[in-house]
């Protein structure tokens, strides 16, 4: 079983906004990352994103330089599934929200990672049993759960499967703050801990925009000024991505019903005309007058 002192070689498959946030962080920590993507244009954007935003780090004080050069050695693009899985000690899986897609790969990582290796999954919300059960090592799966943008966030939500062991929590306890997390541990139940709370009042703030109730801009003042939240739930929503959110509010209506987690149509409406948030330049926001 790896433990936090083996984990040093980090697969991290998919290279998104959250998978290349999850190999910086692990780079900075000094772990050896691998990072696959089924499109290989998509590594080399992430890599150049790493490199610009520890370059921003140093430039503002807020990473040594050390650091960052130690990350950008530590970093590695893989030619595919296998190379990336083949000397893990740890998989870190962040490809879409799709049940399928998850569970075909990690059916493909229990082949092609050693025996040792903790295979984990970033989802926010699908059933981290269910993603075990596709591998011959369910006690071996965890969910690890990152926050965008992952190099600021701290929380990192570990998610424990029916199966998992405590050796795989305790591992993932130690690494989390080896990379600078503050963990915290849920059981495998629909949107974990985070993702209910957060789907909630994301969804209720969409409403309320809907109502006219206020602006979003206003929405989301009221909980930073009023709740001490430093981020509203609609600028947050256009950084997550209104795709994922709709995707995530189905899901977890499908499965524990309650008007609560009911798409609003507003919601729909936005991701239907192709208005995702920051990753389009449109959402409840408008950023490409953001300058970032």
């Known amino acids: 079983m790896a433990d936090e002192r083996t984990i040093q070689h980090v697969a991290v498959l998919g290279a998104g906004t959250m998978g290349n946030g999850i190999a910086q962080v692990c780079a900075m920590a000094g772990c050896e990352?691998?990072?696959?993507?089924?499109?290989?244009d998509a590594v080399e954007r992430a890599l150049n994103a790493i490199r610009a935003n520890?370059?921003?780090?140093?430039?503002?004080?807020?990473?040594?330089?050390?650091?960052?050069?130690?990350?950008?050695?530590?970093?590695?693009?893989?030619?595919?599934?296998?190379?990336?899985?083949?000397?893990?000690?740890?998989?870190?899986?962040a490809v879409p929200e799709r049940m399928e897609l998850k569970t075909e790969i990690f059916a493909e990582l229990h082949r092609l990672?050693?025996?040792?290796?903790?295979?984990a999954t970033n989802t926010s919300s699908l059933s981290v049993t269910r993603i075990g059960q596709a591998t011959g090592r369910p006690e071996r799966v965890i969910g690890l759960h990152f926050f965008n943008p992952v190099h600021i966030m701290k929380l990192l939500?570990?998610?424990?499967?029916?199966?998992?062991?405590?050796?795989?929590?305790?591992?993932?306890?130690?690494?989390?703050?080896?990379?600078?997390?503050?963990?915290?541990?849920?059981?495998?139940?629909?949107?974990?801990?985070?993702?209910?709370?957060?789907?909630?009042?994301?969804?209720?703030?969409?409403?309320?925009?809907?109502?006219?109730?206020?602006?979003?801009?206003?929405?989301?003042?009221?909980?930073?000024?009023?709740?001490?939240?430093?981020?509203?739930?609609?600028?947050?929503?256009?950084?997550?991505?209104l795709d994922v959110r709709l995707g995530i509010a189905e899901y977890l209506h499908a499965q524990l019903g309650g008007e609560q987690y009911r798409p609003p149509e507003l919601l729909r409406r936005m991701v239907a005309e192709g208005r995702l948030g920051k990753k389009s330049g449109q959402g409840f926001y408008d950023w490409t007058q953001e300058g970032r």
Not at 33 to 40: G, K, Q, R, W
Request: net charge negative; aromatic share 2%; glycine share 8%.
């Open 54 to 93: 520890l370059d921003r780090g140093v430039e503002r004080g807020k990473v040594r330089l050390e650091t960052s050069d130690l990350a950008i050695r530590s970093l590695r693009k893989a030619p595919d599934l296998a190379d990336a899985a083949s000397r893990a000690d740890l998989v870190i899986e």
């Open 157 to 241: 939500e570990l998610v424990r499967g029916r199966e998992t062991s405590g050796e795989t929590v305790d591992a993932c306890l130690a690494f989390a703050r080896r990379i600078g997390k503050e963990p915290i541990v849920v059981s495998d139940t629909p949107g974990f801990a985070s993702s209910r709370l957060g789907v909630v009042l994301g969804l209720e703030a969409m409403r309320m925009v809907e109502q006219g109730v206020a602006t979003p801009q206003d929405i989301d003042r009221a909980m930073e000024l009023g709740y001490n939240h430093p981020m509203g739930p609609l600028r947050l929503t256009d950084l997550v991505g």
């Open 113 to 119: 990672a050693p025996a040792h290796a903790i295979l």
């Open 33 to 40: 990352v691998s990072l696959f993507d089924a499109e290989p």
